[in-house]
């Protein structure tokens, strides 16, 4: 019997070749994206989830009732860690993180790395496996340091890096350290990845606020013991508070800060490690969300529901040419079972190959999606026991539903009326006018995220930051000369060069250059009774000019004034932010002794992301603290040849240094690169969607034709025109079209409005965008089913009269 089913169907898929390709393509292209999808999303959610200890681990916050309303912060002042270990029961172990860059010498090579300052505990906490080397307690010494494998071949090569003396450089000097591990490099998506790890103890800042609570540099991150709550921790942390920051507390109570719901003014908190990742604190509370990924996912799904759809349409299209089949095997005896089995044999078949030439083509794509989405996914995340059996009951429900409804729809047809070859779909029309209006529903609502998408996309890239981006050239200064020197001799080497219009460096760099590095320093103060926080910006001479900002009130930085040493320029906000008339006259207070003059004040600009609203700035000539990145302003007529200069000169003063430059447009691209891999995602979805939806119409517009073949014969025997007989055809669907458009319109403006909430600058929403989304929606529909409406209404009617 089964034998005999499988003969049939391949009969019939292969009478049928033109529909069965249209059906096993358009499934196949679905199966494909919607597994390379869902790899992705999956990977994502895999985060920091490989752990052992997962359930135990937390970063630690802490959040601020503020006059202004609540913030948080992450970083945590030097004393923090022993005193929360000792003092509040329930932690078993904590460790300090740190991210910064270390440069290493060994032998004659000098390398850049990745580097993270840690406790000894940290490796005891996390699953880090350790290929080579002491597996039980690494950080033995100050002296000891862990590399990754990648770290070691750059260093190493194929000798063996255990116990290898390397120096790296720590306050401008070299300090040798011996390497006690290599650990395995992370298949994991992982928030903790590093080139790496040095002993808390030995960072820069760590011996200059040992005992202060007013310098927060660092993440904390603890291990809870078994049985303790984060919640319960959290509570009992209350008295740690009050007595460590007793002092801020009573500055909010003085500056008029209220209380939370539990009466405090400061509170401890404790972040899941497995939510890092996902988690965001700009609006003053711990948002964790995973909209991002469930996007992706349904995207997924709704490019797989576009396709079964297709799918029901196209077998109730072609099932008109069946119904003499199905009447004759009724009248010898077939039994509705067999007949379902066998429609649904033929449904079967096609799926499984379309499964499997979809597993094909992602094979085959997976490395220009990963490319495309800058993405590590691979198909490993899909082989464990959860995923494939999930996978497989999903992939049997939608062939039982989709393939199980026309093969039930087929069996449950009268004798005579399978005889008669008549087709009463009523019903099934109401489905298929459902199931088209959310098709188009689903293809509008992914065109105007699309439009949406790469609208903020284009406002962020266009918009005016305030300062020359175009022009201005930064890289990193990341060799081992002391960083004022090295800018002293980069303006020596290039002092002649016409090309070069300015030079100068802050410890900060603006957007996201190439080494990936992004971070702001914020410090608060006192300022006539009330507090005030302000961000910190370390800068050269010459800053303010090189960068094209414009100066409102007072004057820059000059070489030849020693005093201003001793002075800050500072923004509009931070002008706002001190309440003074004139903010000429105000002075700031470094620390309890001193306090700077104020001599210039500059027009806000984008000193943070796009997204971020601009916030108070002040600028500082800081000898104690290193510079970072220096800023280079070239001719707009030879930036290529003004970059090899740059580059050229850079390599004479640091000639082992690795040169990592961009312009800083490109550092601003950076910055929103999710926008940009979500507006590509969103668009490849509305492309698929949309050529899916237009198969769904195609079989559509052959049933429709099919049924009205002698309506057509008649119309045209009377007289009616081309143009009238394709409009009666193609009006129906354009009424659906246009229903799906009245629906999906509000939800896309609503969800595109609800996201370009999270932007403090952002588009405005136009009723253009959706109208767009609307005509091209209409006009690809119209395409599609016109070929064929036209060419019927074209037919001789004496053909289609006979063949009735």
């Known amino acids: 019997m089964f034998k005999n089913y499988l003969k049939i169907a391949w009969r019939n898929l292969w009478k049928n070749r033109l529909f069965t390709s249209i059906n096993i393509v358009g499934l196949s292209v679905a199966f494909a994206v919607a597994t390379l999808l869902v790899m992705d999303s999956l990977n994502e959610l895999s985060y920091d989830s490989f752990h052992e200890n997962g359930d135990q681990l937390y970063k630690t916050y802490i959040t601020w009732q503020t006059p202004k309303g609540t913030e948080i912060g992450t970083s945590m002042p030097t004393p923090f860690s022993e005193a929360l270990k000792s003092e509040v029961p329930g932690v078993q172990k904590i460790t300090q993180f740190l991210e910064e860059n270390a440069l290493l010498f060994y032998k004659e090579k000098e390398i850049n790395l990745d580097a993270v300052w840690v406790a000894p505990d940290f490796f005891s906490m996390f699953t880090l496996p350790i290929l080579q080397g002491n597996k039980t307690n690494p950080l033995q010494d100050l002296s000891s340091v862990v590399i990754s494998e990648a770290a070691a071949s750059k260093l190493f090569g194929d000798e063996n890096p255990i116990d290898k003396v390397v120096n790296i450089l720590i306050n401008g000097k070299q300090e040798p350290f011996t390497i006690r591990a290599v650990t395995k490099e992370n298949t994991n998506e992982s928030s903790l990845e590093f080139e790496i790890a040095i002993p808390f103890e030995k960072n820069a800042s760590y011996v200059p606020t040992k005992e202060r609570w007013g310098a927060q540099y660092h993440d904390v991150l603890v291990q809870l013991e078994k049985g303790v709550s984060a919640k319960a921790f959290e509570k009992n942390s209350n008295a740690f508070t009050n007595l460590h920051y007793k002092n801020s507390i009573e500055k909010l109570k003085r500056d008029g800060a209220l209380p939370d719901a539990n009466g405090q003014f400061l509170q401890l908190g404790l972040l899941p490690i497995k939510e890092i990742h996902f988690t965001s604190f700009n609006t003053g509370v711990a948002e964790t969300s995973r909209t991002s990924v469930y996007l992706v996912l349904g995207v997924a799904f709704l490019i797989l529901f576009i396709a079964c759809v297709n799918f029901i349409n196209m077998s109730i299209a072609k099932s008109s040419q069946r119904l003499r089949e199905i009447g004759m095997r009724k009248t010898l005896g077939a039994e509705k079972r067999q007949l379902f089995f066998q429609f649904w044999g033929e449904s079967l078949l096609v799926f499984t190959v379309s499964i499997g030439v979809g597993i094909l083509l992602s094979i085959l794509l997976l490395d220009n999606f990963q490319a495309l989405f800058r993405t590590s ?186 005093t201003d040493a001793q002075a800050v320029v500072i923004n509009e906000s931070m002008a706002k932010e001190l309440g003074e008339k004139n903010p000429l006259e105000a002075k700031i207070a470094i620390n309890d002794t001193l306090a700077y003059p104020v001599i210039g004040v500059v027009k806000d600009y984008n000193f943070q992301d796009v997204s971020k609203a601009i916030e108070p700035l002040t600028f500082l000539l800081d000898r104690t603290e290193g510079l970072n990145y220096a800023f280079v302003k070239v001719n707009p007529v030879n930036m290529a040849n003004s970059v090899e200069s740059i580059e050229a000169a850079y390599k004479k003063i640091e000639p082992n240094a690795t040169f990592l430059g961009s312009f800083l447009d490109e550092n601003v691209d950076r910055t929103f690169r999710r926008e940009k891999t979500m507006a590509t995602l969103i668009t490849t979805g509305s492309i698929i969607a949309i050529i899916l939806s237009c198969i769904g119409l195609f079989a559509m517009s052959l049933l429709i034709v099919a049924q009205r073949t002698k309506e057509i014969g008649i119309r045209k025997v009377i007289g009616a025109s081309v143009s009238s007989i394709t409009y009666i055809l193609t009006k129906d669907f354009l009424r659906l079209v246009f229903i799906a458009f009245i629906i999906a319109s509000p939800i896309a403006w609503w969800l595109g409005k609800e996201w370009l909430q999270n932007y403090a600058y952002h588009m405005n929403l136009n009723w253009s965008l959706f109208v767009i989304s609307g005509a091209t929606a209409v006009l690809i529909a119209l395409l599609t089913i016109g070929t064929k409406t036209i060419r019927a209404a074209m037919q001789n009617p004496i053909d289609s009269l006979r063949d009735e």
């Open 377 to 562: 996914a691979s198909f490993e995340v899909l082989l464990s026991s959860k995923v494939l059996v999930g996978a497989i009951v999903l992939i049997f429900a939608i062939t039982l539903i989709v393939g199980g409804y026309p093969a039930l729809l087929l069996s449950r047809l009268g004798t005579i009326q399978s005889l008669k070859g008549k087709l009463e779909t009523s019903g099934g029309n109401r489905l298929r006018d459902a199931l088209i209006v959310v098709q188009f529903g689903i293809a509008i609502l992914l065109i105007s995220g699309t439009l949406v998408l790469w609208g903020q996309v284009e406002f962020m890239r266009n918009k005016d930051l305030g300062y020359d981006k175009e022009q201005v050239f930064s890289f990193p200064i990341n060799g081992k000369k002391n960083s004022y020197d090295a800018i002293k001799l980069l303006r020596q080497e290039l002092s002649g060069n016409p090309d070069i219009l300015g030079i100068s460096a802050s410890d900060i760099n603006l957007g996201r250059g190439r080494d990936g590095s992004q971070y702001t320093s914020v410090w608060g103060f006192d300022y006539k009774g009330k507090s005030v926080n302000t961000n910190a910006l370390v800068v050269d001479y010459d800053y303010i000019e090189t960068l094209g900002l414009e100066l409102l009130q007072g004057r820059n930085f000059e070489i030849n004034r020693k």
